[in-house]
């Protein structure tokens, strides 16, 4: 049988990521921009699961291979690997946030939407930022 290689699985990660990506941005446009919070939560939560899954299963054990094969041995060469790790864990760790936080304070309080609000926006520019990098990373790899 044959075997799945890294540039297969790398593959299937990308396209995985940019469904994640359209899915948040439909969240964004036909979600809350029409104030549909149904679909905003519909394409977000799902979005979220999906991308802690890639990042756990592949990216992070692909990111300690790559530190050991000396990914810090020229940071300028690898800046935008680098980037893309530390901007995505800052990005993942508030989408997580946010995901539990109106989980367990269901019926979106108005208050916690509120500043709740500006870290949204940071979320999205942090994920659009890492998404990009990620593209880079995956073209890099041929
Ligand atoms: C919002 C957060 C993130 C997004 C949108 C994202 C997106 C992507 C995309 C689209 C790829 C290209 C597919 C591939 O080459 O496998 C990728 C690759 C990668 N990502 Fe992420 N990522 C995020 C967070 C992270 C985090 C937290 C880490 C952990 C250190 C990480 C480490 C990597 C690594 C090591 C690769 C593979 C590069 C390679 O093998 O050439 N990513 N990411």
Do not use: C
């Amino acid at each position: 049988m044959q075997m799945i290689t890294g540039d297969q699985i790398a593959t299937i990660v990308f396209v995985i990521e940019t469904i994640v990506f359209i899915s948040i941005m439909i969240g964004w446009i036909y979600g809350s921009k029409r104030m549909d919070y149904d679909t905003h939560h519909r394409m977000i939560y799902p979005a979220v699961l999906i991308h802690l899954i890639t990042v756990s299963a592949w990216m992070i054990p692909r990111a300690m291979q790559l530190a050991e094969e000396g990914l810090f041995a020229d940071p300028i060469a690898n800046w935008y690997q680098i980037v893309h790790d530390v901007v995505g864990f800052v990005a993942i760790g508030l989408g997580v946030v946010l995901a539990v936080t109106f989980l367990v304070k269901s019926g979106m309080p108005l208050n916690i939407l509120q500043k709740a609000k500006p870290l949204m926006w940071l979320t999205l520019a942090l994920w659009l930022v890492s998404f990009i990098l990620g593209i880079i990373a995956y073209l890099a790899r041929f």
